[in-house]
């Protein structure tokens, strides 16, 4: 694994792992991808990193009241 591919250096947890905790677990929050992996249990560096990604791959909210997703661009 090259370094670059990691986003969690204290704990080496890639981008690929994290990206696929995402979206299989439609994780919304830091939180929720810790319930998977160790990212962010360090030192907390990566948090940014987690953050975009959650950003750029976690599902849309979805809106019941209006049976649309909430989600603007």
Same mark, same amino acid.
């Given at each position: 694994?090259?370094?670059?591919? $990691?986003? %969690?250096?204290?704990?080496?947890?890639?981008?690929? *792992?994290?990206? +696929?905790?995402?979206?299989?677990?439609?994780?919304?929050?830091?939180?929720?991808?810790?319930?998977?992996?160790?990212?962010? $249990?360090? %030192?907390?560096?990566?948090?940014?990193?987690?953050? *975009?990604?959650? +950003?750029?791959?976690?599902?849309?909210?979805?809106?019941?009241?209006?049976?649309?997703?909430?989600?603007?661009?």
């Amino acid at each position: 694994m090259l370094e670059e591919d $990691l986003v %969690c250096y204290c704990f080496e947890v890639p981008r690929d *792992e994290i990206i +696929e905790i995402i979206q299989k677990n439609k994780a919304c929050t830091v939180d929720d991808i810790q319930l998977h992996c160790s990212a962010c $249990l360090g %030192c907390g560096g990566c948090r940014p990193d987690l953050e *975009e990604l959650l +950003e750029t791959f976690s599902p849309p909210p979805f809106s019941l009241k209006h049976g649309r997703s909430s989600f603007k661009e």
